[in-house]
């Protein structure tokens, strides 16, 4: 028999990382972390034990924490996530929080491919009054998605199959946020770390990582009201470039916004007030 604080502290060390370490205790015992500073010195069953030995293994082989425990906390919400779902990643907050800014009373928005519906429930959240509609191509993500809507009692987020604008053809929006793939399909990092087991139609967006924010840009206009924002995720090193993209459109007052660590990561127009 092992206790909480040697066996979390070995397999920190296997894993070279603390609070991965940590979460998969957490998943196995069903607890949350702050829970281990009360039971450090708590013997752990043999079950328990050779089930987390299990799980550290898994990740030592590479397989995502997020996908070994099938949630990743975003905003305030813990999601459930799996293989058919982008695994949300903290700087996206910057784009929840520009549509929050930007998003007026009872406005609309649109979350083109969200994945586990991070971003559209996040603002559903903090929104009451706001309409959401999320996108998705992919079914396996939606369903992931609607659960995650059921489980924070956001039922009133609108979720549809479509290929960027296909099913919102006649309908206008206030803010359209998108997290879409913008990985460079040569880039050696899709086959590296975490990557390799994400859904690469989430991540990879053609040579220069950029058609699908083209895509989306080039449709924007024809789904905003008069004055409503695009906001758009994208690579630190590709700032420059989404704002190109941007600057050829209908829409105006380009801008850039950096993460946290100040590197450039969302690019955003509006329509002009007519
Ligand atoms: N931010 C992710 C990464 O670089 C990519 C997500 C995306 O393509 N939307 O790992």
Do not use: C
């Not at 979390?8 to 998943?27: F, K, N, T």
């Not at 999601?79 to 406005?107: H, K, N, Q, S």
């Not at 929104?127 to 956001?154: I, K, M, Q, W, Y």
């Amino acid at each position: 028999m092992t206790d909480v604080r040697t066996i979390l502290r070995q397999a920190a060390e296997a894993l070279g990382d603390r609070l991965e370490a940590e979460l998969l205790l957490a998943h196995v015992l069903g607890v949350n972390r702050a829970w281990f500073f009360a039971h450090a010195d708590d013997e752990l069953g043999t079950d328990a034990t050779a089930a987390f030995g299990g799980l550290v293994r898994r990740r030592a082989e590479g397989e995502p924490v997020a996908y070994i425990t099938g949630t990743r906390d975003f905003w305030s919400m813990t999601l459930e996530v799996g293989p058919a779902t982008l695994i949300p990643r903290p700087e996206t907050e910057l784009l929840v929080e520009l549509v929050l800014e930007r998003l007026p009373a009872g406005g609309r928005v649109l979350d083109l491919g969200t994945g586990s519906g991070a971003i559209a429930l996040a603002v559903a959240k903090e929104r009451p009054d706001a309409s959401v509609t999320a996108v998705d191509f992919s079914e396996p993500a939606l369903v992931v998605a609607r659960r995650n809507a059921e489980r924070h009692g956001l039922q009133r987020v609108r979720f549809a199959a479509s290929n960027w604008y296909s099913a919102v053809v006649d309908e206008r929006f206030d803010v359209i946020v998108s997290n879409p793939p913008y990985i460079e399909s040569s880039d050696a990092h899709l086959g590296q770390g975490d990557l390799r087991f994400e859904p690469s139609s989430a991540l990879a967006s053609g040579a220069d990582g950029l058609d699908d924010i083209r895509r989306i840009a080039s449709g924007a206009s024809a789904h905003l009201v008069d004055g409503g924002w695009l906001l758009m995720e994208h690579g630190w090193n590709q700032g420059q470039a989404a704002r190109s993209i941007l600057e050829r459109t209908d829409l105006m007052d380009v801008f850039t916004a950096q993460d946290l660590e100040a590197r450039d990561r969302v690019s955003g127009a509006r329509l002009a007030v007519r």
